[in-house]
T-cell receptor, first 114, second 108 residues
Framework: DAGVIQSPRHEVTEMGQEVTLRCKPI?????LFWYRQTMMRGLELLIY????????DSGMPEDRFSAKMPNASFSTLKIQPSEPRDSAVYFC????????????FGNGTRLTVT | TQLLEQSPQFLSIQEGENLTVYCNSSSVFSSLQWYRQEPGEGPVLLVT?????EVKKLKRLTFQFGDARKDSSLHITAAQPGDTGLYLC????????FGEGTQLTVNP
């Protein structure tokens, strides 16, 4: 099993540019999560999907952030326009929908907005 | 949102020492998971505890779930440099909230 695959691994962009982060969950998992990790706030849940449907997006910071899951094997997190305060490591995780199922994380995308 | 408090925030010890880290909340957990995160990687599950008073052992790691299901602890016996990492607790409440983590450094 390849695990959760995220791309790119690193992204450096200028303020105002659009950024798209990508995630391929583990095959068979029906829940997908986007987290953001910073030193100041730790791991924050941005949004999660169940069976490709967004269930809770209350963690999305503002309208500049959007996430989609067009099918069971792919999700994107888009920031438009990006700002320096968006700099963080963004993680995607997948799991079965049982609340006690473990989250399987990708290795993250380190985003730097200058 | 169910808030999780982890302590200590940082811990630096010598190889061979024992240590305990804590995860607490004012609310009752439905269940709790412990993860370890190493630099440049995502968190990896160590254990899930579900029943109040439950104790689970994973080699040198002992996990305990409080009787009232409001707190949990992780005890490491004879720590090794390979135990170095960020230890996170996660509650499966409505928003899958992580604690801020305990950054453990085990020095050889």
């Amino acid at each position: 099993d390849a695990g959760v695959i995220q791309s790119p691994r690193h992204e450096v962009t200028e303020m105002g540019q659009e950024v798209t982060l990508r995630c391929k969950p583990i095959s068979g998992h029906n829940s997908l999560f986007w987290y953001r990790q910073t030193m100041m706030r730790g791991l924050e849940l941005l949004i999660y999907f169940n069976n490709n449907v967004p269930i809770d997006d209350s963690g999305m910071p503002e309208d500049r952030f959007s996430a989609k899951m067009p099918n069971a094997s792919f999700s994107t997190l888009k920031i438009q326009p990006s700002e320096p305060r968006d700099s963080a490591v963004y993680f995607c995780a997948s799991s079965f929908s049982d609340l006690n199922s473990p989250l399987h994380f990708g290795n993250g995308t380190r985003l730097t907005v200058t | 949102t169910q808030l999780l408090e982890q302590s200590p925030q940082f811990l630096s010890i010598q190889e061979g020492e024992n240590l305990t880290v804590y995860c607490n909340s004012s609310s009752v957990f439905s269940s709790l998971q412990w993860y370890r995160q190493e630099p440049g990687e995502g968190p990896v599950l160590l254990v899930t505890v579900v029943t109040g008073g439950e104790v689970k052992k994973l080699k040198r790691l002992t996990f305990q779930f409080g009787d009232a299901r409001k707190d949990s602890s992780l005890h490491i016996t004879a720590a090794q440099p390979g135990d170095t990492g960020l230890y996170l607790c996660l509650t499966s409440g409505s928003r899958l909230t992580f604690g801020e983590g305990t950054q453990l450094t085990v020095n050889p």
